[in-house]
C-alpha cells in the first residue's frame, strides 16, 4: 500500500504520520492530496515519511507545500521524517527548492517545518 497513516503515539500524541512511498507522480497526486488532507483533519502537526518515494514529480511538492500552509494557519506544523534524499530531493532540486535564495534547505529537514 503505498500510503500509511498513523498517529504517533510513541513519542506525542498529537503527531499524525502520513508514510508516501513509491510513484508520487502526478497520476497519483489526487490520491496523496485526499491521505494527507485527512491526516491534517486529525489534530496535531504532521510527520511525513517520504523515504519510501521512489518516483516524484513537483506535484508532490506542491501537496506538501499547500499542508503546510494549511497546518500553519491552524497554529500546526508540517514536517518530514528525514532529509529529502532520492526522489524527492531530486524534485526539489529540479524545482529550485534546494536553492538557497528560494527556501533555506534546512526547512526540508526533520529539524524544521516545510516552508
Known amino acids: 500500500m503505498p ?24 497520476r497519483q497526486s489526487a490520491r496523496t492530496h485526499a491521505e494527507i488532507l485527512s491526516a491534517l483533519g486529525a489534530p496535531g502537526d504532521l510527520v511525513l515519511d517520504c523515504t519510501g518515494v521512489t518516483e516524484a514529480d513537483l506535484s508532490l511538492v506542491q501537496i506538501i507545500l499547500a499542508a503546510h500552509r494549511s497546518a500553519r494557519a491552524d497554529g500546526r506544523h508540517v514536517v518530514l521524517s528525514a532529509p529529502p534524499e532520492g526522489a524527492l530531493r531530486n524534485a ?23 516552508p
Do not use: I, K, M, Y
Open 92 to 114: 526539489l532540486e529540479r524545482g529550485g527548492f534546494l536553492d538557497l535564495g528560494a527556501t533555506d534547505p534546512a526547512c526540508w529537514t526533520s529539524r524544521g517545518a516545510v
Open 3 to 26: 500510503h500509511d497513516t498513523n498517529q504517533d503515539t510513541a513519542e506525542n500524541t498529537s503527531r499524525q504520520l502520513v508514510a508516501l512511498s513509491g510513484d508520487q507522480t502526478v
